[in-house]
């Protein structure tokens, strides 16, 4: 009993208890400066009306479309090459790399390479003749931007599992399509991509719960701007908590964010049959 | 055919290496700024090497120079330490890093091989955990975490992180259940207790499982800003990625000291690039290993 004590002592003082109390805050007003008053629904009648709730969750739901949108197919590609050319551990280490480095450092070299007057990536474009773009300070390219720089972060963990799932699937697969003359690119959608669908599934799901998060990189960058392009969900319930102080509010639009994680999950591994593999 | 397959490889091979570069260039523009004269560098956006060499920015950011001398060469010359910022990375990382694994592995030996009543319910309550976004448990432990009077102090920063991750159990407990048991039947029969084999049996065979989880517990931890950035704003609790933060945001007249801030980022990278070289291969293996974190 002894082995499970203090996991168990730290599971239920900083995940059940708040957890509980999180979902009860959630239906109090409660400034940290006097006890929590219950209010009822009174916080999520006002997140219905709160203009800055919804467009703080469609600047999310923008930023994990295009983040896993084009992740996944980055890392699906990147998966591809490493396993048709090299084993190189070298190389897969390398593509790693930008995972290991914090968030804030990662969002801090590109807000560097991005910026608008001497950033160096502005000056490749120059190069073919496009003129500079304010990729933090227009709201029209905040998001992609944002959504860009963490791809760049994520793309190798994420294919690096991709990879892994491709070990899985066995040799005599790829033999038997070589006999029947498909070409590589026909081996790819018929065969490749429906065997790895289980893993893929389980990447999505993941990586989506993780893209719904995004918080570090908009922080130490825009902070929500310009004109709240940036304002993403769990950067709206930072301020609303921490800058406001208005606790229950954000509190119930925390429960709301797990409420819309648990069910986009949920539909995923429904609609795209998780556990079903095609290998027979 | 054989030409076709070759030119495939060709251009599959071009698109490897631009990849690659893809990768590398952020992490050498890093330093080549870092090195770089900051009142010079928008005289030479484009310079590969560094815009006149010197360790200015370092001296700056490490407090090494006054603040006439900072504020000459670009800086904001306001006070920032970043020995002091890396000292408190280490503390935080240091201890979450031995807690967490310690006590997981525990709780991972009490699920793979104790017998007592309802421990899988238990565990799947563990693994549900795993589910609830952060920020949703973030709000109350804050205000527990206030409440003690812990702001500002590492004991907040590590507390909540110190006992157990649900990642982290699950994980060992995967390779205490692949340990043959034989040998505890073995050890049992000769009297050692729990205790014993745990200590004796269990850990020295589960070293290497134990390493990567430390090393990417360590990882993670020094990389974490939304809770630091919560409860350990003060200059003396102050860890890098939060250091970083601040840095960003005192922007001196007449333009962002980019060389500044280019240091500072090596400085809080460099020690997950120097983890990272030396244990790359465990690190690599893992992820393909362990599935999915």
Known sequence: ?280 | MTRQVSVGRTVAWILLFVLLIVTLFPFYWMLRTAFSDNTQLPGHPNSLLPVETTLGAFKRVLGLASIEEAQAQGGSGAAVNFWLYLRNSLVVATITTVCQVFFSAMAAYAFARLRWPGRDKVFALFLAALMVPPIFTTLPNFVLIKNLGLLNSFAGIILPGAFMTPFAIFFLRQFFLSINRELEEAAMIDGAGHRRIFFGLIIPMSAAPIATLAILTYINSWNDYFWPLLVGQQENVRVLTVALGVFRSQTPQGGPDWAGLMAATLIAALPMIILFLAFAKRITNSIGFSGIK
């Not at chain 1, 959630?26 to 997140?47: D, H, I, W």
């Not at chain 1, 799901?205 to 918080?215: A, D, R």
């Open chain 1, 1 to 280: 009993m002894i082995f499970i004590a203090p996991a168990t002592l730290g599971f239920v003082v900083f995940y059940i208890w708040p957890t509980l109390r999180g979902a009860y805050l959630s239906f109090t007003e409660y400034s940290l400066l006097s006890a929590p008053k219950f209010n009822g629904l009174a916080n999520y009648e006002r997140m219905v009306q709160d203009s800055f709730f919804w467009n703080a969750l469609g600047v999310t739901v923008e930023y994990v479309v295009i983040n896993i949108g084009v992740q996944t197919v980055l890392a699906v590609g990147i998966a591809m090459l490493m396993y048709r050319l090299t084993k190189s551990i070298t190389v897969r280490a390398v593509i790693l790399a930008p995972y290991l480095v914090a968030n804030v450092v990662v969002a801090l070299v590109w807000y560097w390479m991005l910026d608008v007057q001497v950033g160096i990536v502005n000056t490749f474009l120059g190069w073919v003749g496009i003129d500079p773009v304010a990729f933090f300070g227009d709201s029209h390219w905040a998001i992609p931007t944002v959504a860009g720089i963490n791809v760049w972060r994520h793309m190798g963990y994420t294919a690096l599992l991709v990879f892994a799932g491709l070990q899985t699937i066995p040799k005599y697969v790829y033999e038997a399509a070589e006999v029947d003359g498909s070409t590589e690119w026909k081996t790819f959608w018929r065969i490749t991509l429906p065997l790895l669908r289980p893993v893929l599934v389980m990447v999505l799901v993941v990586t989506m719960i993780g893209s719904f998060q995004i918080f570090d990189t908009v922080a130490v960058t825009t902070q929500g701007g310009p004109i709240n392009a940036t304002r993403v969900i769990y950067y709206y319930i930072y301020e609303r908590a921490f800058t406001r102080f208005d606790f229950g509010y954000a509190s119930a639009m925390a429960l709301v964010l797990f409420a819309i994680l648990a069910v986009v999950s949920l539909l995923q591994l429904r609609l795209l049959r998780a556990k079903e593999s095609d290998l027979a």
